[in-house]
């Protein structure tokens, strides 16, 4: 069935690069979403990768995306304490006009 | 900021009353989403509207209804209310009816039913 799979926790040092990954399961997916939510706010748009591309980069995030094993990755590069919060991903499946979640993978950042 | 206004931010109730959540749209957008998210299930759909008519259904209670009305804001009612329904609700907006547009989230209504 649809599906999207995240890690629930991902801890890294100040500094370091984060990378949260994502699997899905429709590949009819047209556009894949990350969202980022702190500690007591709603969800922000992120950043988000049509199904024709690999690569999308916009300043210290990059995705990437592996069609062909439906694999969605988050890097943020240099991570800051600011970035502690909850990621999600998000498919958007053409074939139902559906927004699939993840269950969100929450950044800890050890100083 | 999102543009997105949820009011109220905190609401307590008992179980088996009746509340009215309320969210105003950024600006421009015509679409209402609303979602459950809570600690065992994760972010629910429950229902979206477009130019005030239903779109799509999520997993929506039948104790729970939504309505978005001429000026585009959107109200969601609970009824009949159990502990179960303790969650964090939000509401986005988008610009578009399809779910493939970027959602802008308001910062939610936490409930708690005692």
């Known amino acids: 069935g649809e599906d999207v799979e995240q890690s629930l926790f991902l801890s890294v040092r100040e500094g370091d690069s984060s990378v949260i990954n994502c699997t899905y399961t429709d590949s009819s997916s047209t556009y894949l979403y990350w969202y980022k939510q702190e500690p007591g706010a709603g969800l922000q748009l992120l950043t988000y990768i049509f199904s024709n591309m690999d690569m999308k980069q916009d300043q210290r995030l990059t995705v990437l995306l592996n069609k062909k094993d439906k694999h969605l990755s988050l890097r943020i590069a240099d991570t800051q304490t600011g970035d502690s919060a909850i990621y999600f991903c998000a498919e958007f499946m053409d074939s139902n006009y559906q927004l699939i979640w993840g269950a969100g993978t929450k950044l800890i950042i050890k100083p | 900021d999102s543009g997105v206004t949820q009011t109220p931010k905190h609401l307590i109730t008992a179980t088996g009353q009746r509340v009215t959540l309320r969210c105003s749209p950024r600006s421009g957008d015509l679409s209402v989403y609303w979602y459950q998210q809570s600690l065992d299930q994760g972010l629910q759909f429950l229902i979206q509207y477009y130019n005030g008519e239903e779109r799509a259904k999520g997993n929506i209670l039948e104790r729970f209804s939504a309505q978005q009305f001429p000026d585009l804001h959107s109200e969601l009612n609970l009824s009949s209310l159990e502990l179960g329904d303790s969650a964090l609700y939000f509401c986005?907006?988008?610009?578009?009816?399809?779910?493939?547009?970027?959602?802008?989230f308001g910062n939610g209504t936490r409930l708690t039913v005692t």
């Open positions: 986005a907006s988008s610009a578009t009816d399809r779910h493939n547009s970027p959602l802008h």
